[in-house]
Nanobody, 115 residues
Framework: QVQLVESGGGLVQAGGSLRLSCAASRSIFSFNDMGWYRQAPGKQRELVARITSGGSTNYADSVKGRFTISRDNAKNTVYLQMNSLKPEDTAVYYC?????????WGQGTQVTVSS
């Protein structure tokens, strides 16, 4: 079973940047896609960004132009570069990997944006 470990969360002021990393315990090359989701207190978990094995990406409208998802197959890692952060980006961010008979979640990393 593959494991995903997120890192890079923290406290940042509005307008600042953070880069989240999601390291997989084995090769991510075979995953159909990987993504980042977030869940704020009292809200449902929502998609932030996804990237396919071929490198195609899609983003939530609320983060387009500010966030960038990327993957490094050699390092078995997916990244989420977050710029121009807003207080409404505050949430626990989760990494997800999907493949054949596979749907795995990381433990989450907290991102807090102060105004």
């Amino acid at each position: 079973q593959v494991q995903l470990v997120e890192s890079g969360g923290g406290l940042v002021q509005a307008g600042g940047s953070l880069r989240l990393s999601c390291a997989a315990s084995r090769s991510i090359f075979s995953f159909n896609d990987m993504g980042w989701y977030r869940q704020a207190p009292g809200k449902q978990r929502e998609l932030v960004a996804r990237i396919t094995s071929g490198g195609s990406t899609n983003y939530a409208d609320s983060v387009k132009g500010r966030f960038t998802i990327s993957r490094d197959n050699a390092k078995n890692t997916v990244y989420l570069q977050m710029n121009s952060l807003k207080p409404e980006d505050t949430a626990v961010y989760y990494c997800n990997a999907r493949g054949y008979l596979l749907n795995v979640w990381g433990q989450g990393t907290q991102v807090t944006v102060s105004s």
